[in-house]
């Protein structure tokens, strides 16, 4: 059961999950564009990710006897200075997320939810491993610039594909 309030806000982090893969779909489409066909391979791998996200969330909604409602989705931003900026960016959008996301389990909290909370628990791990992995692509990119080194991190991340958690 949820009360009215907990399931907008359910109904907005989906609606969120879903803004979040179209950013990283239009950085695929933006990268391969750009001769950059692995920085685009992962791109396409965490839009896949995402999805899976908003599909959990939308999963979840209707098993709890609310209704998952789809909203507007804004229009991302199509094109990137580079990569570290690009990759800047994710960094700073997935700290947005992780502070929605805590947001939404204090919420839970509140309305002593517990199912809601135990389902939440899934996505504050998640949100370490979202950030740690887009702070170590940032990482990378400041340390080998522009030149030979950004081909060969170019290679290694096209080598990402996304799969999903088999208990999920
Ligand atoms: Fe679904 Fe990258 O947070």
Redesign the pocket.
């Known amino acids: 059961m949820l009360s009215e309030k907990l399931e907008a806000a359910l109904n907005a982090q989906m609606n969120w999950?879903i803004y979040?893969a179209h950013i990283y779909l239009s950085m695929s489409s933006h990268f391969a564009q750009e001769g950059l066909p692995g920085i685009g391979q992962w791109m396409y791998a965490q839009y896949q990710?995402?999805m899976f996200?908003a599909l959990k969330f939308f999963n979840y909604i209707n098993e709890a006897g609310g209704h998952a409602k789809l909203g507007v989705i804004d229009a991302p931003a199509y094109s990137w200075e580079t990569p570290l900026a690009a990759f800047e960016e994710a960094l700073e959008h997935?700290r947005g997320?992780t502070a929605r996301i805590n947001a939404l389990a204090d919420l839970a909290q509140d309305e002593r939810n517990h199912a809601v909370g135990i389902f939440l628990q899934w996505f504050i791990s998640?949100?370490v491993e979202?950030e740690d992995t887009v702070s170590d692509v940032v990482g990378k990119l400041k340390m080998v610039g522009d030149g030979g080194g950004l081909f060969m991190l170019d290679r290694d991340l096209g080598t990402r594909v996304f799969t999903p958690p088999v208990a999920a």
């Open positions: 999950e979040s990710e995402e996200h997935e997320v998640e949100q979202e």
